[in-house]
T-cell receptor, first 113, second 114 residues
Framework: DGGITQSPKYLFRKEGQNVTLSCEQN?????MYWYRQDPGQGLRLIYY???????QKGDIAEGYSVSREKKESFPLTVTSAQKNPTAFYLC????????????FGPGTRLTVL | GENVEQHPSTLSVQEGDSAVIKCTYS??????FPWYKQELGKRPQLIID?????GEKKDQRIAVTLNKTAKHFSLHITETQPEDSAVYFC?????????????FGKGTLLTVNP
């Protein structure tokens, strides 16, 4: 777990501003994922990437964007188009496909004021 | 898309009792079913998983069973201890058109009372 990091731990933004959440891993994993966690909603997949320079939308991609320019990094941008951005965001990585164990980062709690 | 239903949403047991959490899924193509434990304020961690070619898997006090015909799988924790108190998530990997993705249940808050 120590091999996947997210920063910052807490983030505050004003409504209408874009914000980028960082996710880095040194596990040499090919696949990386972003989830949103809300109380009583479980973990919902936002975007995932199975290889550098490629990514797919998850179940709730609207209002979010990602990039995968490096194997180690998978930043998530929460845009002003996301209607309810306040949430806990978790990044994860796995060796390859989703039949491999996903290791989660510590999360970033985003609050939009 | 895949729908993963998890029950119950909350579960309270006495220390030493067993706890059972059940999940159902809809996509028959799913072939991987992990369980994650998330303690308060911490990240989810895998505790056990099962693949579709196996009906049951055990690891000390925890076990998972899978019924592919009925499309349901369950987590069993025996001899519960206070440190088992956490939120537990089940997941399944439906086919997403070009690859598999992981879909999680909404979680079960397990409280083990001393």
């Amino acid at each position: 777990d120590g091999g996947i990091t997210q920063s910052p731990k807490y983030l505050f933004r004003k409504e209408g501003q874009n914000v980028t959440l960082s996710c880095e891993q040194n596990l040499n994993h090919d696949a990386m994922y972003w989830y949103r966690q809300d109380p009583g909603q479980g973990l919902r997949l936002i975007y995932y990437s199975q290889i550098v320079n490629d990514f797919q939308k998850g179940d709730i991609a609207e209002g979010y964007s990602v990039s995968r320019e490096k194997k180690e990094s998978f930043p998530l941008t929460v845009t002003s188009a996301q209607k309810n951005p306040t949430a806990f965001y978790l990044c994860a990585s796995s060796i390859g496909t989703t039949t491999d164990t996903q290791y989660f980062g510590p999360g970033t709690r985003l609050t939009v004021l | 898309g895949e729908n993963v239903e998890q029950h119950p949403s909350t579960l309270s047991v006495q220390e030493g009792d067993s706890a059972v959490i059940k999940c159902t899924y809809s996509d028959s193509a799913s072939n991987y079913f992990p369980w994650y434990k998330q303690e308060l304020g911490k990240r989810p961690q895998l505790i056990i998983d099962i693949r579709s070619n196996v009906g049951e898997k055990k690891d000390q006090r925890i076990a998972v069973t899978l019924n592919k015909t009925a499309k349901h799988f369950s987590l069993h924790i025996t001899e519960t201890q206070p440190e088992d108190s956490a939120v537990y998530f089940c997941a399944a990997n439906p086919w997403a058109g070009s690859n598999y993705k992981l879909t999680f249940g909404k979680g079960t808050l397990l409280t083990v009372n001393p």
